[in-house]
């Protein structure tokens, strides 16, 4: 196809553009935009409508996916339903909650959050992009990956349990990392790091680069992630290598199908500039396409180094290994591939437009040598080669997802909507329409940040339904203050037009989400933890050489056993409970009078709790949970003793 670059080099936004796009979209959303946005028309359908009364769980049999919101600066997860739209839960993982039970006198939780290298115990985390496990391209419902952007960790949470069971630091960088993704199979994971570093002197002579850590530029790349993850595995995970190179990347996708293979990211600072407006200075930026074999074979033939920090990780240079670029739209956020692999959509937030690159025609310049240059040793693709459209479609674009019956949407946070774009090549047979044009246009309330699709970033998308995570909710809801809610809004897209369902208010702040068929979670999930058929009796032990004391405690409805117990002050306390429930919803909890300690306990689990017993006294401990009519009276006594003051008469005895 041929490409109208001078219509593409207009369509771009210059510094100008730009400033004076965000000041006539600061008046418009706050002034007109509410008053006249289009008019939405709800279904109004009985299909859609609660039934009157409401039968017993009505939404546990009718909500027919999961859906897994990124709580950004939550630290973790959101959970709801769908099409019910109802909350179900949270899933800490980077951030504390003791809500849920996640708090740091867990000495599980404790050494997920402390730092490998320093023993810094970190207790904030922002998490961006989810990504599920998966089997030949497609969910298989075991667990759920996440990036922590702050500090450059990945966790994985347990679907059965919705509790992270794992997390990996990434090496050598000091954190700001971006777009991750699990391959096809769950045996690899990639993770962008965006924030550009001033890395270990070893990794700087390796790559041939000497970085001025005032004046730049800087360097990047990205991390490879081994996953114990074939069938049979248990998800371990173990960061593998380290590809560093002259730009950043901001999102990542390994690719399947056609794309199989490939590693596949983007640069919106190709510039490789310090500063927000210097990082507009080109009229393009860069998709690139990194050959996962040709990294293992420079593993193979040993062009790598490692650092003090890592010794097991082998970081290698951008020189070493196979990689492409071609010239995208300016500043790009969204990166997607499609089903079948075949085609990557990306759009240039600070453009109107979205372009579809073809991996067949790629694979094809790849093996003719079709290119329109290089840049640091890079092979630029040609254009024209790779291309099978370029879409002008509206201001702001950002994320793109896929449905199962061959379309494309592409969010608009200035737009304040969502786009229907049907695909070409193989896709026309599905939806017989004229492909890259748009056909139908989804209102939000208000500026789409992230969207989401059941399935739409795998090989067989879900389809059915369209969620878009808003950035501002505005007048949608009652109003709460200045810090206001994030709206999403649900559409049905088995129809045309889509037809919004319902609007849902949840916490700041989500990012990428995904959505996965209830049938493949349900039938795993815990209700309780099995007991093993032994476990320990009640009892206080004493350590005098290390001083600590370790108190063996049962919980049930409605009392602690032991109730009572002593220590000297001081010494380390470590409570190792058992919670000998076996019904399903019923959690307990341990919080302790004037003690930073309280946490959650579930039914059949087994956790200990530390923490050092340094203020004396009598402080009563007590179930924070209404777990049965009498939860008020389920406490008991921690007896702090000054060390001048204690002897053995004091220790615990059962009597």
């Known amino acids: ?73 939550q630290g973790g997860f959101y959970v709801y339903g769908i099409p019910s739209m109802k909350y179900l839960s949270e899933i800490p993982i980077f951030a504390t909650d003791q809500a849920w039970g996640w708090t740091p006198e867990n000495p599980e939780v404790r050494n997920m959050f402390t730092n490998p290298w320093t023993g810094e115990i970190v207790e904030r985390g922002d998490t961006h992009h ?32 919705f509790r992270a069971d794992e997390v990996v630091w990434m090496p050598n960088i000091t954190g700001g990392v971006h777009g991750f993704s699990v391959g096809p199979n769950t045996e690899l994971a990639v993770l962008n790091i965006e924030h550009e570093q001033v890395p270990d002197q070893v990794i700087q002579e390796h790559l041939g680069i000497e970085v001025d850590r005032i004046n730049g530029p800087y360097v990047a790349g990205f991390n490879g992630i081994a996953i114990d993850g074939l069938p049979g595995g248990d998800g371990t995970m173990e960061v593998a290598w380290q590809v560093w190179g002259p730009w950043h990347h901001d999102m990542a996708r390994i690719g399947w199908g056609v794309s199989d293979g490939w590693i596949i990211n983007t640069s919106y600072n190709s510039e490789r500039a310090l500063s927000a ?33 890592a010794p097991d990780v ?111 090549g193989p896709y026309i047979e599905k939806h017989g329409m004229e492909p890259w044009k748009v ?31 808003n950035k501002l909710a505005k007048d949608t809801f009652l109003p709460h203050g200045p ?23 949840l916490g700041p702040e989500t990012h990428y989400s995904q959505g996965i068929p209830v049938s493949m979670i349900t039938p795993n999930v815990r209700g309780v933890y099995t007991l093993p058929a032994e476990t320990e009796p009640p009892r206080v032990e004493y350590d005098y050489e290390n001083q600590v004391t370790d108190v063996y405690m049962d919980v049930v409805r409605s009392w602690f056993t032991p109730d009572m117990f002593t220590v000297p002050q ?16 019923i959690t307990h909890g341990l919080a302790v009078d004037n ?40 406490r008991g006594r921690m007896i702090v003793i000054p060390q001048d003051e204690w002897n053995a008469e004091y220790e615990w005895s059962p009597s």
């Not at 010239?327 to 372009?355: M, R």
């Not at 001081?570 to 919803?585: F, L, P, R, Y």
């Not at 009563?620 to 049965?628: H, K, T």
């Open 483 to 505: 810090l206001i809610t994030e709206s999403h809004e649900l559409f049905s897209i088995d129809e045309q037009p889509a037809v919004l369902i319902d609007q849902m208010a």
């Open 439 to 469: 056909v139908d246009v989804l209102p939000a309330h208000y500026s789409i940040g992230h969207i989401s699709i059941p399935g739409g970033d795998s090989a067989q998308p879900y389809g059915k339904y369209f969620i878009a995570m």
């Open 277 to 309: 407006v210097p990082m507009f200075g080109r009229e393009y930026d860069y998709l690139y396409f990194w050959n996962i074999a040709s990294i293992e074979k420079a593993i193979a033939d040993g062009k790598y180094v490692t650092t003090e920090q």
């Open 130 to 161: 989810p990504s599920m496990s998966r089997t030949d391209g497609v969910y298989d419902g075991r667990w759920i990956f996440i990036n922590d952007k702050m500090y450059g960790r990945v966790a994985r949470v347990g679907l059965d349990t």
């Open 1 to 73: 196809m041929t490409i109208d670059t001078q219509a593409v080099r207009k369509a771009i936004l210059t510094p100008v553009v730009i400033t004076s796009l965000i000041v006539g979209l600061l008046v418009g959303v706050i002034t007109f935009g509410i008053v006249l946005r289009p008019d939405v028309t709800s279904m109004g359908n009985s299909q859609y409508n609660r039934p009157y009364p409401m039968p017993h769980q009505y939404w546990a049999t009718t909500d027919e996916f999961y859906m897994f919101a990124s709580g950004g600066q």
């Open 595 to 634: 003690y930073n300690v309280n946490t959650s306990i579930d039914p059949g689990e087994i956790k200990t709790i530390e923490f050092i017993a340094d203020k004396d006294g009598v402080h009563w401990f007590y179930c924070m949970w209404f777990c049965s009519e009498l939860h008020m009276e389920m």
């Open 314 to 424: 082998a970081v290698i240079s951008w020189k070493d290994v196979e990689v492409y670029m071609t010239k995208i739209p300016l500043n790009p956020h969204g990166l997607d591939i499609s089903p079948t692999g075949k085609y990557i959509l990306t759009s240039g937030k600070a453009t109107t437009l979205i372009v579809a690159v073809d991996m067949d025609m790629v694979l094809e310049a790849i093996e003719s040598s079709d290119f329109q240059g290089e840049e640091l040793e890079v092979p630029i693709l040609t254009t024209d080669s790779v291309r099978a459209a370029t879409m002008d479609l509206g201001l702001g674009p950002t994320h793109i997802e896929f449905d199962n019956n061959g379309f494309a949407y592409v969010g608009f946070f200035v737009d304040s909507d969502a786009k229907t774009v049907p695909l070409g």
């Open 570 to 585: 001081g010494w380390q306390v470590n409570i190792h409970m058992t919670s000998q429930e076996q019904a399903m919803d």
